[in-house]
């Protein structure tokens, strides 16, 4: 169930959190994530991003809210995946997501010289954390 936990918190982040009935902070992350959402338009960069619209994508983002987004992404499925088992290695098992925390951010200083940015962005956060947590399953 750590990993639904998980999967939950990187399809929204918060729900990871709802999903482990820490309501208040499942909602309160929810909230936070549409404000840094809607003001960084960051779908808007995603969609004219995958459609090939690199550029107008760059351009669309507000880079004050866009990077606030990787550290708090990383944050938010590390609570989920750690809070869903009891007497989990709080040291440990951060360590893939604060990688995640960290190459996301830097992907997203450096989003002008990538191809396809947020994409690229995406990948850089969610695969050390998918790794991580297949490796450290069992903590």
């Known amino acids: 169930m750590r990993n639904i936990a998980a999967l939950f918190s990187m399809l929204m982040p918060g729900f990871g959190q709802l999903y482990n009935r820490q309501l208040l902070k499942g909602v309160f992350l929810v909230i936070a994530e549409h404000y840094d959402n809607v003001f960084g338009h960051i779908n808007q960069a995603i969609h004219l991003d995958l459609n ?3 550029q107008k994508a760059l351009e669309a983002a507000n880079f004050q809210y866009v990077l606030f987004y990787p550290g708090f992404y990383a ?4 609570d989920a995946w750690y809070h869903a088992k009891p007497n989990a290695d709080k040291k440990k098992s951060a360590i893939p997501f604060l990688i995640g925390g960290f190459l996301g951010e830097f992907g997203a200083i450096f989003a002008t010289r990538l191809a396809i940015p947020t994409l690229t962005v995406g ?3 969610i695969i050390p954390m998918i790794c991580g947590m297949i490796v450290l399953r069992n903590q």
Do not use: E
């Open 52 to 54: 090939g619209f690199h």
């Open 123 to 125: 990948l850089l956060m």
């Open 75 to 78: 944050y938010t499925v590390w």
